[in-house]
């Protein structure tokens, strides 16, 4: 089912662009918006850009990206088009090729009536705030520097991207060591980019392999958002598998990784970074390591940052937001817990394929099977909610609501860097607007299911949405 109605509108934030198809994504969108991304870096270089563009393979999507190299190629840039890719390998092909940027034609979880654009940086890392914000106003400007065809930039491909990609994810584990434990897993790709990478990756540290939804087909075989009530499929397959080491789940442009136990327990996306976190920290951290999440992640990434005598760096949502706090303080890893993982020797990109590869080297490591990992974790109950815009007023309502929030939680600990999130004793509540749909998030851990309950509902009456 869609997650907004057909007249949605056109969605624009530091994520870049979102919409539906033939509605408020076309390609006349595409072209414009790239065209946008494209004139703004020429006004910045003194040189002819190299740009490189991939899809997440959603149906649909090749004639999106066929607009936006066509844009980007007209306002002078040289592509390199990687065709269906996941978002996190076209960071890495920034570095790898010391491209000036990129564009992901993805709309990351959205279910398959949306799609969007995603711009990178030189660095291979989505812009900060200011640098999106002067692209979007460019583009509803409409300022575009088309060149004359003396000046319009050249148009390549390049096939070695899952390959670079997954050497990459190799050199950070222990293959030797996954490889002895011949691991079966069970990956569900949901017939998008994932598909062939993630196999491979997987092959390659030599799992079996039990694939579903593995054909890059571009259809999805189910709801895309990697949550337990869109993975029964992946969990019903897994309790089906003997032997089975555990299983993973990717989104459409793999930059996020949920994770099923060997009985089939959905453990939720949450705790994605916080056993990649682990293993990271066991293998290559060192006192005083920091770590990086956003405000709406599990407190479990602290608690085990602390056992290791690291810190975590607490971010507004968002990949760039991230990376904004983890790049300069020279960060271990950083990551959000909607089961993305940043690491910054792969790319400034969640990645799926590094989320596995680090599960599998603490499954080899440690020895334990995952559901006796996680169930030794410190375990808290988080409770996630979103109210439609559409139907409580719009956005007109978010300013007054989060205003609201603030003051009736005064005495309390509060941060207002995104949102507003409210810190108690036992537990926290979280509530902001979405950047890539047109919702508001309410978001609420604690140490019982009954406490975040009770805790979203708390907020929401306070904020005038109960």
């Known amino acids: ?90 960071g890495v092909m920034i570095r790898q090729l010391k491209a000036d940027g990129g564009m992901c034609v993805t709309a990351s979880h959205n279910p398959i009536e949306w799609n969007g654009l995603k711009c990178l940086d030189g660095d291979g890392l989505a812009p900060p705030k200011e640098v999106a914000e002067a692209i979007i106003a460019r583009y509803r400007a409409k300022r575009f520097t088309f060149e004359p065809s003396p000046r319009i930039g050249s148009m390549s491909a390049d096939a070695s991207s899952n390959e670079t990609h ?10 030797g060591a996954i490889k002895a434990k011949r691991f079966t897993v069970v990956l569900d790709s949901v017939n ?11 092959e390659r540290l030599g799992c079996t392999v039990k694939h579903i939804h593995g054909e890059p087909t571009g259809v999805f075989g189910h709801t895309p958002e990697p949550i337990e009530s869109n993975l029964g499929d992946l969990i019903g397959a897994t309790r089906a598998t003997a032997g089975v080491a555990c299983g993973f789940a990717q989104d459409p442009d793999a930059d996020r990784l949920a994770i099923v136990d060997e009985k089939g327990r959905f453990i939720g996306e949450e705790y ?53 706090a983890l790049k300069p303080a020279n960060g271990l890893m950083g990551g959000e817990g909607n089961g993305g993982v940043i690491l910054p020797g792969i790319c400034w990109v969640r990645d799926s394929l590094s989320a596995m590869a680090l599960t599998l080297d603490l499954l080899a490591a440690d020895g334990r099977t995952l559901s006796a990992i996680v169930d030794g974790l410190p375990r808290y109950a988080m409770v996630k909610t979103k109210l439609d815009l559409s139907a409580i007023g719009g956005l007109a309502v978010v300013g007054p609501a989060l205003a609201k929030t603030k003051a009736a939680f005064a005495k309390e600990r509060i941060s207002d860097v995104d949102g507003v999130r409210i810190d108690f004793a036992d537990g926290w509540v979280h509530l902001r607007a979405s950047n890539t749909e047109p919702i508001v998030r309410i978001i609420a851990e604690g140490a019982t299911r009954e406490r975040a309950e009770a805790l979203v509902k708390q907020c929401a009456a306070a904020a005038g949405l109960g």
């Open 166 to 175: 997954i050497a990459k994810v190799l050199a950070i584990v222990d293959v």
């Open 1 to 90: 089912m869609s997650s907004a109605p057909a007249d949605a509108p056109l969605m624009l934030s530091v994520s870049g662009a979102r919409g539906i198809v033939g509605v408020t994504m076309t390609p006349v969108v595409a072209a414009e918006f790239a065209a946008a991304f494209g004139s703004h870096l020429r006004t910045i270089s003194t040189k002819t850009p190299k740009l490189v563009v991939g899809r997440d393979g959603r149906k649909g999507g090749e004639s999106l990206a066929l607009a936006v190299r066509g844009a980007l190629a007209a306002t002078g840039c040289d592509v390199v088009d990687l065709g269906v890719t996941m978002t996190p390998t076209v």
């Open 192 to 202: 998008a980019s994932g598909c062939v990478p993630g196999r491979e990756l997987l």
């Open 272 to 324: 994605t970074l916080v056993l990649a976190a682990r293993r990271m920290l066991e293998r290559h951290g060192k006192p005083g390591a920091t770590l990086a999440a956003n405000l709406s992640t599990s407190r479990m990434i602290d608690d085990v940052a602390r056992a290791f005598g690291a810190t975590v760096l607490r971010t507004a949502v968002g990949e760039a937001n991230v990376v904004a």
